[in-house]
T-cell receptor
Framework: QQPVQSPQAVILREGEDAVINCSSSKALYSVHWYRQKHGEAPVFLMILLKGGEQKGHDKISASFNEKKQQSSLYLTASQLSYSGTYFCGTEGFMGGKLIFGQGTELSVKP | EAQVTQNPRYLITVTGKKLTVTCSQNMNHEYMSWYRQDPGLGLRQIYYSMNVEVTDKGDVPEGYKVSRKEKRNFPLILESPSPNQTSLYFC?????????????FGDGTRLSIL
């Protein structure tokens, strides 16, 4: 079952913050986050494993609430280079099936 | 350079004409997977392979076949393509089947079936 991402799209000014949410109805082992620029392949950002961990990657961080089967991606002090479509991917305990959400389109304006 | 290579990058063909999209990785990864991407639907998994000779269906396997005879190669076969298979296809690989590994994507193959 495809995870649900929200919002579907967001427009920011440089320096503003954003949060992208990813919610699943299934028990999760891991949540992946990827960013895709127009016309390019998705690029890996980070993986969060069950255990409610939080990870950071420069000014981009994420959390995973395993009780709620939800993950959030936090983008702080956004830069023009953050523009693109963000996908969360969820995987259960059996492994192998990485199911992606429908994506969140992020546009950062000067 | 570590990479996942897909060929062709673009293909326009006609309904019913069998085609194969090749995927090769040079990272000695055990796990490989195919996705299709359509506007508003995100990336949907077609098939995946946990290792050589081990393949399994993803969420949208109808109309597709795969094989994994060698570790580095994972071709996607459309035996009788139809217009609803017009899409952008991505191959991906990761070190192992466990869900704690990042996936590396190829550059994509844009298929148009008329």
């Amino acid at each position: 079952q495809q995870p649900v991402q929200s919002p579907q799209a967001v427009i920011l000014r440089e320096g503003e913050d954003a949060v992208i949410n990813c919610s699943s109805s299934k028990a999760l082992y891991s949540v992946h986050w990827y960013r895709q620029k127009h016309g390019e392949a998705p690029v890996f950002l980070m993986i969060l494993l069950k255990g409610g961990e939080q990870k950071g990657h420069d000014k981009i961080s994420a959390s995973f609430n395993e009780k709620k089967q939800q993950s959030s991606l936090y983008l702080t002090a956004s830069q023009l280079s953050y523009s693109g479509t963000y996908f969360c991917g969820t995987e259960g305990f059996m492994g192998g099936k990485l199911i992606f959400g429908q994506g969140t389109e992020l546009s950062v304006k000067p | 350079e570590a990479q996942v290579t897909q060929n062709p990058r673009y293909l326009i063909t006609v309904t019913g004409k069998k085609l194969t999209v090749t995927c090769s990785q040079n990272m000695n990864h055990e796990y490989m997977s195919w996705y299709r991407q359509d506007p508003g639907l995100g990336l949907r998994q077609i098939y995946y392979s946990m290792n050589v000779e081990v393949t399994d269906k993803g969420d949208v396997p109808e109309g597709y076949k795969v094989s994994r005879k060698e570790k580095r190669n994972f071709p996607l076969i459309l035996e009788s393509p139809s217009p609803n298979q017009t899409s952008l296809y991505f191959c991906a690989s990761r070190l192992q089947g466990a869900g704690n590994q990042p996936q590396h994507f190829g550059d994509g193959t844009r298929l148009s079936i008329l």
